[in-house]
């Protein structure tokens, strides 16, 4: 019996995300890096609901829905990665060139578009926990457009903050980190039971 925490914790996200991202813009909307943060909240959002309504979702052996919602899942994680490596970026202050944001952005385009036309998640099994993903052949892919940007985010984070001499920028610094690497684990156990690991 899946627990009604599994299903409705989800969409607490979806709201607090929509929420924070209302409290960024208010707070100034004319900066670019907040704008990019709003985004990425926007992201972490539709993140949540993707996963709320896959897991709310019959069985699959019932229905497709499950494996309509999670086919929107990879593609949200993918934005939410790159718009937090671009975040990261602005937030540091570290020197980027344009092109490399752009080419992430346009893998993270080609991967939503693999997801959405079922190569990347092929169908949905049931597990101990829930609704798992059947991985597709362009799983991998996707692993190297997701994780890319969040691993190189984390080591920006780690050297901004060894660099950083004021206590306050360093705090700062280290929330943002401790909280991506918090995501980082979480999103990471959670495919973890499509690979046959419990």
Known sequence: MVSVAYIVLPFLVFIICVFLAALVLNSN??????RVFAVFLVAMALWGLTIFGMRSSPSPSESNLAYQWEKWVFGAIV???ILFFHFTLLFTRTRFSRWVLRALYALGAMVWGLSLGG????GMQEKFYGHAPVLGPAFLVYLVVAYVPIVSALVVLARSLRRSRSN???NRIAYVLLGALASFIGGTTDFLPALGLN
């Open 119 to 122: 190569v990347v998640v092929t």
């Open 29 to 34: 909307w004319r900066s670019h890096t907040n």
């Open 79 to 81: 934005a939410t990665s």
């Open 168 to 170: 306050d920028e360093k």
